[in-house]
């Protein structure tokens, strides 16, 4: 059974500071992996997407990387704001069926500090 | 283009009775996701529908959960009787399909709901 943590919980930091979220499966056979933004009140957005295939997809100040074999993807914010605050969740589509179902972590809570 | 709808978006109901919330996809959209989200815990997947079948119900609790999606386009989902654990934000999701190439979700802004 596929089982997605997200390490830290929280995470406060100064405006202009670069950081990394941290993400981690227990099941290497998945489709792809996803990273969302999840702000108070409002639904998921989502940020980006890497194929299983890929080691890594660029938007803007954000990066994701992929290492299936470990079962671990981070997300690096560079030069974070203020507004970057928010709730980031990933997620994976795995190999088990073929429904698109996701599998989130329990996200982290990101705090930037003017 | 349009979002994904959702209503209402807020609703408190006392333990024992009865709740519906609603979805409307976006057009051409033939799969619908429902998910649960406990406070401090990510979604998680109550029902998937591709057009009007139901894909995907194994986490669904049916003895007091319902889910139905008439004619492959709005989507509504039924708690009855209601628990005070089944207090959550309730998050409806659609995408154009389930292939690989397909596959991009697309969520609403949720439905919070507080038992009490």
């Known amino acids: 059974k596929q089982e997605v943590t997200q390490i830290p919980a929280a995470l406060s930091v100064p405006e202009g500071e670069n950081l990394v979220l941290n993400c981690s499966f227990t099941d290497s056979a998945i489709y792809n992996l996803q990273w969302f933004r999840q702000d108070p009140g409002k639904g998921l957005t989502s940020l980006l997407l890497?194929?299983?295939?890929?080691r890594e997809q660029t938007s803007g100040r954000l990066n994701a990387s992929l290492d299936k074999s470990s079962g671990r993807s981070t997300l690096y914010i560079a030069a974070s704001q203020p507004g970057d605050s928010a709730t980031y969740l990933c997620a994976v589509r795995d190999l088990s069926g073929n429904t698109g179902k996701l599998i989130f972590g329990q996200g982290t809570t990101l705090q930037v500090k003017p | 283009e349009a979002g994904v709808a959702q209503s209402p978006r807020y609703k408190i109901i006392e333990k024992r009775q009865s709740v519906a919330f609603w979805c409307n996809p976006i057009s051409g959209h033939a799969t619908l996701y429902w998910y649960q989200q406990i406070l401090g815990q990510g979604p998680k997947l109550l029902i998937q529908?591709?057009?009007?079948?139901?894909?995907?119900d194994s986490q669904l609790p049916k003895d007091r959960f319902s889910a139905e999606r008439l004619k492959g386009v709005d989507s509504t989902l039924k708690i009855q009787p209601a628990k005070l654990e089944d207090s959550a934000v309730y998050l409806c999701?659609?995408?154009?399909?389930?292939?690989?190439?397909?596959?991009?979700?697309?969520f609403g802004p949720g439905t919070r709901l507080t038992v009490l």
């Open positions: 890497i194929q299983s295939s890929q």
């Open positions: 999701a659609s995408s154009l399909g389930m292939s690989r190439e397909a596959d991009t979700q697309y």
């Open positions: 529908f591709q057009n009007n079948g139901v894909v995907d």
